[in-house]
């Protein structure tokens, strides 16, 4: 590894010249520090010293993006420069580890005064770090082999409503929408391990209808127990789910962290399903934070296999463009195939963004979860699980989806309650 | 726990009618969803539902602080609304759980479009939550006893520079400092276990340089070495570092996430530093994220003992006010006075924040970390730590820092050279 770098691409909005602030940003997260000190020596410099490899000048804006920065030199009209950086490290600063190399390429350097923004995109790094890692267990090909289906989308639903339900009440829940015909459903991110729901009754009763299902169809419904908590209690609950037949588990990302989910990875025997809630916090200012290439990348080869992309026409304040890159990122292999993680679309979605989906993507492999748009189909779950199907086969044959509804009728009941297509749930 | 509520404050920004854009929110973090489904009931909800305890509007601004936000109904000047609202929790929805905690109290409500700002400000939580959180095993008292520092700031530096040292040089650094006076020394966050420095290796090497000093002198410095890492590596080099002697572990809060320290807590017998390298990406626009009081909750009642802080005047671009509510954070009880964890002032410290650091926390239990500060000192290091401590002794007798360097010769240099008073290094 000694002579590998890792490299980071930033966005950054500064007011001072663009070179000397990337160069305080490659001296903050390596050898640098503003005093000088014993020690420091040229050799040392030259071996541990990050580098700005690239620098490309962007827009330049009026005003600073957020507050804290260093006041511009004496100027009548302060610019804000944005520039796109790349920066290298030695792979050796960090070792094989996860953990710290968030600490180097994502540590203080959000801080800085050079800067009135600054946000990571993007992760790039040696086939000898990247396969030290465990990465995802399962995957796309795994994943599909559980259930089943290869293809087309792995369908699916989320528990509601998503707090107060007791294991019984879980159990009745999905055995609707198994019945339906479904291939996947999962907890919500706000139910773990409640006094009222512990994990262990919970998914006893759910897998108790999914292997009826099971043994009635033929088809294995893969249910995701949210196992979020410390380290030991996810390792119990994961035992928990596997000794009453579950398949899969999830986790809150942001709450388990890197090391987290490092160690539950180490130890499970069944897919991990990650959950990305607090994200908006970690990536809403874009000029601040993360994008989803270089963030998902550190939970990914942590471990994950299906990770939570938002949808396109979602209920929240994410853009389509960024959906999409998340989704191909997830998709994408870092070392080599078997690194890719299943991208889980959700919120407000119907057969209306399959289109969209699919031509983003190019290909299927992606888990499609709707709520509403199953749960409340006029005609029922099974018509909503259908639709879905419908829409999806349209999209993947290049079919308009107002000419496949008219031979498909839950398609046509659905686009005219949730329609037109092009429109959210 | 099953009557009791905990409670989340967050200052919010909205073009929609407040009060609505306050009732979604709770609607989405407990029993809400945007669609008719079955099995919510009135009951389920009086149970289980979120409820918005308190609004207070604050300014108005003429543009979104974030994008992504649902367009206001149709005005010519839209408005945007902030407000403080306060959000109580059935203690019930989250159980006994850190994580879940952060699911619910910061999870999805970041990305919901009836805001163009939101941010978690403060928490509120019953007593049989926050006794069921492990919290700090040494905290305030517990680190001033292995230090035997009782009346001032714990003093000390960190390791430079921050990468590429071996741990006989790493070592040879910590030997000036101890020689010069300090209590505590730690890693940099950017060093763990990279091959050069294994932590094995490294703790070895300073223990030996610590115990020779307690050996003549008979005082304990502290050194906290950085094992940030997966779970099962934390502990096996929080053994490596007890087993050489050592009195503390450092980790990287971000990076290892609140299960992670969860299970370090767990296991550990050695005091806990925890640095928070990425905060900025968490809390530096004012309208996004955690203010510090809230966030730093999760990791003091996980396992922290020491939590930085940033400094007055420091050389990053938080603000005095905002460092000072952090500090006031850490020492406030929770459930207890044992729950209280030390700040770590550090970031271009020197003597010259000493008045206005005492001033504002009306006590010196904390840490007061100082790179430039003391080994820049004209004099060197030794006069870098004489200094700083002299500058304790005036703030805390209430004598103007320019008068007490009459009669100490190290601060009077430190003032000429750092100076003047009320300036940063």
């Given at each position: 590894m000694s002579d590998e770098r890792l490299r980071a691409t930033y966005l950054i909005e500064t007011a001072r010249p663009l070179r000397e602030a990337a160069s305080a940003m490659a001296g903050e997260q390596s050898s640098g520090t503003f005093v000088d000190v014993p020690g420091e020596t040229g050799e040392l410099e030259a071996r541990h010293g990050a580098r700005v490899e690239d620098l490309v000048e962007l827009d330049v804006a009026d005003e600073p993006s957020l507050p804290g920065a260093a006041e511009p030199e004496r100027s009548a009209n302060p610019e804000y420069r944005r520039a796109r950086v790349v920066v290298s490290f030695p792979a050796e600063n960090v070792g094989a580890s996860l953990p710290n190399l968030r600490a180097t390429?994502?540590?203080?350097?959000?801080?800085?005064?050079?800067?009135?923004g600054l946000r990571l995109l993007d992760l790039e790094l040696p086939d000898s770090f990247t396969r030290s890692c465990p990465g995802p267990q399962f995957g796309i090909e795994g994943t599909r082999e559980i259930v089943g289906v290869e293809d087309r989308p792995i369908i699916g639903t989320i528990v509601k409503p998503n707090v107060g339900l007791t294991p019984a009440e879980t159990a009745d829940t999905v055995a609707e929408v198994v019945d339906a015909g479904l291939d996947f459903v999962k907890d919500d991110e706000?139910?773990?391990?409640?006094p009222y729901s512990p994990v262990e009754e919970r998914v006893e009763a759910v897998m108790d209808v999914v292997r009826d299902h099971e043994a009635e169809t033929g088809q294995e419904v893969m249910y995701a127990c949210n196992?979020?908590?410390?380290v030991h209690e996810m390792l119990e609950r994961h035992d928990a789910v596997k000794d009453a037949g579950g398949n899969c588990v999830m986790v809150s990302m942001n709450s388990v962290g890197i090391s987290g989910l490092l160690d539950l990875r180490r130890e499970a025997d069944l897919p991990i399903h990650a959950h990305r809630n607090g994200w908006g916090a970690l990536s809403r200012h874009p000029l601040l934070g993360f994008d989803y290439a270089a963030y998902h990348t550190f939970f990914r080869l942590a471990g994950a296999d299906h990770m939570h992309v938002n949808g396109i026409r979602n209920k929240f304040c994410e853009s389509d463009a960024s959906v999409v890159r998340s989704a191909r990122a997830c998709q994408a292999p870092i070392a080599d195939e078997d690194d890719r993680v299943m991208p889980v679309f959700s919120s407000g979605q119907w057969a209306g963004q399959a289109p969209e989906t699919y031509e983003a993507l190019g290909n299927p492999d992606l888990m499609y979860l709707a709520g509403g748009g199953i749960l409340g189909h006029p005609d029922g779950p099974a018509a909503g699980v259908a639709h879905i199907k419908q829409g999806w086969e349209a999209a993947m044959r290049g079919i308009p989806l107002e000419e496949y509804a008219e031979t498909h009728e839950e398609l046509r009941t659905a686009i005219e309650y949730y329609g037109p297509v092009g429109s959210g749930r």
């Amino acid at each position: 590894m000694s002579d590998e770098r890792l490299r980071a691409t930033y966005l950054i909005e500064t007011a001072r010249p663009l070179r000397e602030a990337a160069s305080a940003m490659a001296g903050e997260q390596s050898s640098g520090t503003f005093v000088d000190v014993p020690g420091e020596t040229g050799e040392l410099e030259a071996r541990h010293g990050a580098r700005v490899e690239d620098l490309v000048e962007l827009d330049v804006a009026d005003e600073p993006s957020l507050p804290g920065a260093a006041e511009p030199e004496r100027s009548a009209n302060p610019e804000y420069r944005r520039a796109r950086v790349v920066v290298s490290f030695p792979a050796e600063n960090v070792g094989a580890s996860l953990p710290n190399l968030r600490a180097t390429v994502a540590g203080n350097l959000f801080e800085l005064r050079q800067f009135s923004g600054l946000r990571l995109l993007d992760l790039e790094l040696p086939d000898s770090f990247t396969r030290s890692c465990p990465g995802p267990q399962f995957g796309i090909e795994g994943t599909r082999e559980i259930v089943g289906v290869e293809d087309r989308p792995i369908i699916g639903t989320i528990v509601k409503p998503n707090v107060g339900l007791t294991p019984a009440e879980t159990a009745d829940t999905v055995a609707e929408v198994v019945d339906a015909g479904l291939d996947f459903v999962k907890d919500d991110e706000l139910i773990a391990d409640p006094p009222y729901s512990p994990v262990e009754e919970r998914v006893e009763a759910v897998m108790d209808v999914v292997r009826d299902h099971e043994a009635e169809t033929g088809q294995e419904v893969m249910y995701a127990c949210n196992i979020t908590g410390s380290v030991h209690e996810m390792l119990e609950r994961h035992d928990a789910v596997k000794d009453a037949g579950g398949n899969c588990v999830m986790v809150s990302m942001n709450s388990v962290g890197i090391s987290g989910l490092l160690d539950l990875r180490r130890e499970a025997d069944l897919p991990i399903h990650a959950h990305r809630n607090g994200w908006g916090a970690l990536s809403r200012h874009p000029l601040l934070g993360f994008d989803y290439a270089a963030y998902h990348t550190f939970f990914r080869l942590a471990g994950a296999d299906h990770m939570h992309v938002n949808g396109i026409r979602n209920k929240f304040c994410e853009s389509d463009a960024s959906v999409v890159r998340s989704a191909r990122a997830c998709q994408a292999p870092i070392a080599d195939e078997d690194d890719r993680v299943m991208p889980v679309f959700s919120s407000g979605q119907w057969a209306g963004q399959a289109p969209e989906t699919y031509e983003a993507l190019g290909n299927p492999d992606l888990m499609y979860l709707a709520g509403g748009g199953i749960l409340g189909h006029p005609d029922g779950p099974a018509a909503g699980v259908a639709h879905i199907k419908q829409g999806w086969e349209a999209a993947m044959r290049g079919i308009p989806l107002e000419e496949y509804a008219e031979t498909h009728e839950e398609l046509r009941t659905a686009i005219e309650y949730y329609g037109p297509v092009g429109s959210g749930r």
